[in-house]
């Protein structure tokens, strides 16, 4: 993972080209629904149910990314103190239980997800058995990409 400030790997052309917004949408689309896959894939290895894709989590996660890159920092508090739980909560998901990956400047989401799974404290909550939801964001700013994953349990 790089923290704020670190150098990062070469960009990728993806990163390296000019993008319009719409296709950067659509990209980040994809990397939300490859991560989610790729997140599955190894939930199901591990014996684990796979996680839904929930539209609130996805809204505090994407949110997230997109506060981070904005503010350009790397942190799971955002500036204004507020957690996961607390951003998940405003986006109107009633958890039992959460947790969140975050990471700055993997150029695609199966680089992201590998080094998430690389991460002892990061595949602890991808392989969290007991979290059944799940929501991704992806900023692709030239300043990241930034990435958030967001886990959570219902009430």
Known sequence: MYAAGQAHPAASDRAAAPVTAAAASATAAQDVAQVVQLVNAERRKA?????????????????HADDMAARNYYAHAGRDGRNAG???KAAGYAWSAWGENIHRGPHSAAQAVDEWMNSAAHRENILDCSFEDIGVGVNLTGNGPWWVQDFASGR
Request: hydrophobic share 30%.
């Open 86 to 88: 607390d951003r998940i």
């Open 47 to 63: 014996g684990c149910a796979p996680l839904r894709s929930d539209p609130k989590l996805r809204t505090a996660a994407q949110g």
